[in-house]
């Protein structure tokens, strides 16, 4: 039995901190450190790439994972193009964000050892531009270290403008740019790195 106030405060001190631990045991995303990229292709041969730089997300402790891809971080490279993305196709005054969601097993991805690597399949939901869309996607997680595990695309996610309603922006931007064709089809890659915070 502790009887000693000071041994009592210093019990409660340790097991608030353990609560404190277990509540931010959650992985999240290094913005900086990941890439979410995609590739259009135009008329005849020509196929440019373009990234987000703005993206947030999270695993929590039940291995449910989303990522939150902000629509007005597109940079292809060229400002005037990127302008034309944000307004004529994803319209972000309506749609700031494409979401991306799934689960993963995380006890087994953390019982990687630094330098061990795991593919998987699994399945994921996209929510852009008002719609949603299921997919499966093969990815190959790396556990860079203790802090630390990575999560990459092993084949590129292959997005259809029709199922998220972009047909009519990817139109538009074809009359503006005076093209004969853009492709509906966009392959989209990531690699993503998620830290123990």
């Known amino acids: 039995m502790l009887r000693s106030p000071v041994m009592l405060r210093v ?5 608030a901190l353990s609560v404190v631990s277990v509540a ?3 992985w999240v995303l290094d913005g900086e450190s990941s890439r979410v990229s995609f590739v ?3 008329s005849g041969s020509r196929a440019e790439v373009s990234r987000f730089l703005g993206l947030k997300g999270e695993v929590e402790a039940d291995g449910q994972a989303q990522l939150r891809v902000e ?3 597109v940079s292809s490279g ?10 004529d196709l994803f319209e972000i005054t309506r749609f700031p964000l494409a979401l991306i969601g799934t689960r993963l097993d995380l006890p087994s991805l953390l019982n990687l050892a630094p330098g061990a690597q795991l593919e998987l399949t699994v399945p994921l939901t996209v929510k852009l531009h008002g719609q949603a869309s299921d997919h499966l996607v093969e990815l190959l997680v790396t556990r860079l270290d203790e802090q630390r595990f990575q999560v990459v695309t092993l084949a590129p996610l292959v997005l259809q403008a029709e199922d998220y309603d972009l047909l009519p922006g990817l139109e538009k931007l074809r ?5 004969s064709h853009i492709n509906s089809a966009v392959p989209v ?4 790195i998620f830290v123990n915070r």
């Open 189 to 192: 890659s990531a690699v993503l």
């Open 71 to 73: 629509l007005e971080s």
């Open 175 to 179: 009359q503006l740019a005076n093209l």
């Open 78 to 87: 060229i400002p005037k193009r990127d302008e034309l993305l944000r307004k």
């Open 11 to 15: 019990v409660l001190a340790l097991c």
């Open 24 to 26: 931010r045991a959650d």
């Open 40 to 42: 259009s292709s135009k």
